[in-house]
């Protein structure tokens, strides 16, 4: 199983592969130990089917989920559903996030308690979850009462065991994300998740000591290549987080109240990964006091957890210009998708159109494109075309008469072959591939049409005979299809199916999909969207205050105005700038990170503030005598400081 939230996570269970009638399964029971959470006691347990636990990284209950939160939803939804037709006992659980800073300072913006904001945003998801027609079987809440009783009792046990202890943290701090993060994990001095800035913050804290497991994790990733897949995360994994050294984990709060508190330590929350990381055994009945549920002990270990890009499984699901963001206005939400193309369409694009390995791209093109070529022309039309020949010419029912050609045999080949192509996809987890290979077979019932051209045969009495067994050869080709199509698209496979009948059709085909005009699609877009017009008016952005400091101690800071001379780009590196800064009679050599926003040539004879007396360092191997001012925007957007009115290089700033 692969288990993470945010940035980190960790990775327990096994995998299991097959289709046994009867499966011995040596479970652990439950008893903390003093390597932290341990299962000691074994039994075997007889099981009529193989189980099969998966679960999703939970939703954060910051707001409403776009369509790639919902896609992690609807690829863990197929690969359940896919478990259950292969015979296995699933447990599909997903659920919601509900503690954290970010949240209590949202329901303080709307005036209501954190309970009551995440009572409507959890509600929100859950909505979305059911309109995509998932079919997970619990759906937990952070908030559940037994499952904050359980953390707490979990935190103790780990405390009293020596794997928790309490300490400061000190580090860059990242409010939307409350999360923090050292030197060397700042992208360019910002959020390595979401870009945004980080201030300096100290709290006091509990940690986990996870740099006591490394070695441990390390050498199970090793000697067991398929635990994290793809291989490209498994790289990330290793070498971004255990090879350059683990460093312990915080796992409690004290500068927000809105979590499970800490028993023995009130001031305390309990932080994110001890909180929503334990829902995946709290849900299913995990006690750490020796009294767990037959659930937990039939399901656990986990077999297969699905996360974001940051380590495992699936990628990112783009937007046509880049990474989904409201600051950008490109945010795509499902139940907005499903008003215009239905829910199996919209399940269809996010399971199809993302790669197994690399970030898929949705736009409101690629999706029209995609309605109108493979669901309405190859699929739709397909069946359609068949249902209404089979009306036409033997008023709804065919039959094999045996009068075969040898065009039959390849087609037949290829319905054989589909779902041993499809079982071998899923088992490395290739939905999009595993879709594909469904297509290729309703590609090539769409061909068999063209090769035996029913309606030639149809004006032939003496090839009534062949013309029925071709149609029965279409109704076997696309009923396999839609049989093998049903964890991907459940309600098309569903309404194919009862419309084929066997053989004995329904008199009226339903039309599955309707071809969509793209110029109408974006003009009603548009409708819905507005394109707004850029106010002049800055948004407000709220930063986490520091420490108070002293007259004296701002005193002790000289600024002054500039004015650039000279600038030129700093080899080999791509972002900074290298000015020649006249203050005064002085030149100062000044490095700053601003070439993504200014030319080397608009830069010279800007008149700029500077910080004058900051201590030289060397950026990239320049030596750097000062600070160029800045002012960064919400979406991470420098912009020089500079004087309102005509002022000499070397004014003081004060």
């Known amino acids: 199983m692969q288990v993470t939230h945010g940035g980190f996570h960790c990775e327990v269970g096994t995998k299991r592969s097959g289709n046994a009638v009867k499966q011995n399964r040596l479970l652990e029971d439950e008893s903390l130990q003093e390597d932290g959470i341990f299962f000691k006691r074994r039994q075997t347990i007889m099981s009529e089917k193989p189980k099969y636990y998966i679960t999703t990284a939970i939703a954060y209950t910051s707001g409403k989920p776009h369509i790639g939160n919902t896609y992690e939803i609807v690829l863990a939804d197929a690969i359940a559903r896919y478990k259950r037709s292969q015979g296995y006992d699933v447990f599909f659980q997903t659920g919601t996030d509900e503690h954290g800073q970010k949240i209590e300072l949202k329901a303080e913006e709307a005036g209501i308690t954190p309970k009551e904001f995440v009572d409507k945003v959890s509600g929100e998801i859950k909505r979305i979850w059911d309109l995509m027609d998932t079919s997970y079987d619990k759906f937990i809440r952070t908030t559940d009462e037994d499952h904050e009783k359980q953390v707490k009792k979990i935190f103790k046990k780990l405390y009293d065991k020596g794997d928790i202890y309490k300490g400061h943290y000190e580090g860059m701090y990242c409010t939307p994300c409350e999360s923090f993060f050292t030197e060397s994990q700042l992208v ?20 986990f000591k996870m740099s006591k497991y490394a070695d441990r994790l390390i050498e199970h990733i090793n000697t067991h290549p398929e635990f994290i897949q793809p291989v490209s995360r498994k790289n990330e994994m290793m070498n971004n987080f255990l090879l350059p050294g683990l460093q312990d984990l915080c796992v409690s709060r004290t500068s927000f109240k809105w979590g499970i508190p800490v028993d023995f330590d009130p001031k305390h929350v309990v932080y994110v990964w001890l909180d929503a990381l334990t829902n995946y055994i709290t849900g299913i009945g995990y006690d750490c006091d020796g009294n767990s549920t ?11 957890h699905l996360i974001g890009k940051q380590v495992f499984g699936h990628p990112w699901l783009l937007q046509g210009d880049g990474k989904m963001s409201k600051s950008k206005g490109n945010v795509l939400y499902a139940d907005e998708l499903v008003d215009f193309f239905g829910v199996d369409a919209v399940r269809y694009f996010v399971l199809h159109e993302m790669p197994f390995e690399n970030d898929g791209v949705i736009s409101w093109e690629l999706m029209v494109e995609r309605l109108n070529s493979d669901l309405a022309n190859t699929l739709g039309n397909l069946v359609n075309r068949t249902i209404s020949m089979t009306n036409k010419y033997f008023g709804g029912t065919v039959t094999d008469t045996g009068v075969a050609e040898e065009v039959d045999a390849d087609l037949k080949a290829v319905v054989e072959n589909t779902a041993k192509a499809v079982d ?19 590609k090539r019932c769409n061909k068999y049409i063209d090769e035996t051209t029913p309606w030639v045969l149809g004006k032939d009495e003496s090839k009534k005979d062949r013309l029925s067994t071709v149609l029965w050869n279409l109704i076997q080709g696309i009923s396999e299809g839609a049989r093998l199509l049903e964890p991907y ?23 599955l999909f309707q071809r969509m005009d793209l110029e109408e699609v974006l003009k009603k877009v548009e409708e819905l969207h507005p394109k707004k017009e850029e106010k002049k008016e800055e948004a407000v952005i709220d930063l ?16 002054q105005v500039g004015e650039i001379i000279a600038c030129e780009a700093v080899k080999k590196s791509k972002k900074l700038l290298c000015s020649q800064v006249k203050i005064g009679s002085q030149v100062k050599q000044i490095v700053s990170g601003i070439k993504a926003y200014y030319t080397p040539e608009e830069m010279v004879g800007k008149k700029v503030m500077v910080l004058v007396n900051l201590k030289p360092a060397k950026l990239a191997g320049v030596l750097s005598e000062g600070m160029l001012l800045c002012a960064e925007d919400a979406d991470g957007n420098f912009a020089l400081m500079t004087p309102e009115k005509e002022m000499p290089a070397g004014a003081e700033i004060c």
């Not at 037959?294 to 297969?304: S, Y």
Request: contains cysteine; hydrophobic residues 35%; glycine residues 6%.
């Open 424 to 442: 071998e996809k899923m088992k490395d987890l290739r939905v999009a591939d595993a879709i594909t290979e469904i297509f290729n077979l309703f």
């Open 489 to 511: 698209m459940p309600s098309t496979s569903k309404k194919i199916l009862e419309q084929l009948g066997n053989g004995h059709v329904t008199e009226k085909p339903e039309i």
């Open 188 to 207: 360019d001095g910002k959020c390595p998740d979401c870009g945004r800035p980080v201030q300096p913050a100290k709290e006091e804290a509990y940690f």
């Open 544 to 559: 986490e205050p520091k420490e108070e400091i002293t007259f004296e101690q701002f005193g002790a800071m000289q600024f």
């Open 294 to 304: 037959e659930q937990f002990k039939k399901n656990w270990p986990a077999d297969l």
